[in-house]
């Protein structure tokens, strides 16, 4: 049954279940992210979290005396994760807003997965290039100041 169909009343079909899984799984990976996010010690720094997962620490700092591009990212969702929000915003701000964008997905998908809602839809279409740009210069400014307020290696 396409996925668009009127049902009679002029209502919209719900998503078929293929689609409702898709959502199911994208809910869970944000809510693993999440997870994984609270299980974690948030580094003092801003910066190395991401070590307890087995990952080596971030070259940038040595090499260019400056943080990379990613840097704070994983201390801004553990200390979100632990409803440290304002912690979460000096690690890295493009990492608090990420948090709050991985929560909506998680919702938002977890609502899809188990209504048939075209919410899910509906969010997804709203990524044009002018959100992708937008979320790109939101990027650029949590790095300059991650490197703004750096205390170095």
């Not at 100041?145 to 170095?152: L, V």
Request: net charge positive.
């Amino acid at each position: 049954m396409n996925a668009r169909a009127r049902q009679p009343g002029g209502r919209l079909s719900p998503e078929p279940v293929s689609v409702r899984l898709v959502w199911a799984g994208v809910a869970l990976l944000a809510m693993a992210l999440m997870v994984t996010a609270w299980s974690l010690t948030p580094a003092e720094e801003g910066i190395g979290t991401h070590t307890q997962m087995g990952m080596d620490p971030c070259s940038w700092p040595e090499r260019f005396g400056k943080p990379c591009p990613m840097c704070g990212m994983t201390t801004s969702f553990s200390r979100a994760a632990s409803t440290d929000f304002l912690g979460s915003f000096h690690a890295q701000p493009f990492g608090a807003l990420l948090v709050i964008g991985t929560s909506v997905v998680f919702w938002v998908g977890l609502y899809t997965a188990a209504t048939g809602s075209h919410l899910g839809r509906l969010c997804a279409r709203s990524l044009r290039s002018r959100v992708i740009w937008a979320t790109a210069a939101l990027w650029l400014g949590g790095w300059v100041y991650k490197i703004a307020t750096f205390a170095g290696a």
